[in-house]
Nanobody, 122 residues
Framework: QVRLQESGGGPVQSGGSLRLSCAPPGSYVMFCMAWFRQAPGKEREGVATINSFSITTSADSVKGRFTISRDNAKNTLYLQMNSLQPEDSGMYYC?????????????????WGQGTQVTVFS
């Protein structure tokens, strides 16, 4: 387990865009990486996953608006968020795991970040 570091959150007007980044320390190579989010008073929900072959999954609520990607050379995960809405507000967490098993939001992730806040205002 390692502590991941997210960045890129902040306030944004409805309809705007943000790009989140996440990187593990050193040269840890994670097979499966993902973004989760949690709004106040709600359970954490999966947003998107990507494996080292760049095969992705995403929640229905963000399809067509959010894009998960990774740069294996830089060992960095990204989440491009477009057409943001107030309901997208929350703490966004990066998660990752080295286990080479199915990469989907319901699997176990051994490493997490502390989160980056996204606030979408009308």
């Amino acid at each position: 387990q390692v502590r991941l570091q997210e960045s890129g959150g902040g306030p944004v007007q409805s309809g705007g865009s943000l790009r989140l980044s996440c990187a593990p320390p050193g040269s840890y190579v994670m097979f499966c990486m993902a973004w989760f989010r949690q709004a106040p008073g709600k359970e954490r929900e999966g947003v998107a996953t990507i494996n080292s072959f760049s095969i992705t999954t995403s929640a229905d609520s963000v399809k067509g608006r959010f894009t998960i990607s990774r740069d294996n050379a830089k060992n960095t995960l990204y989440l491009q968020m477009n057409s943001l809405q107030p309901e997208d507000s929350g703490m966004y967490y990066c998660a990752a795991d080295i286990g080479r098993v199915a990469c989907y939001m319901g699997r176990t992730f051994g490493s997490w970040g502390q989160g980056t806040q996204v606030t979408v205002f009308s």
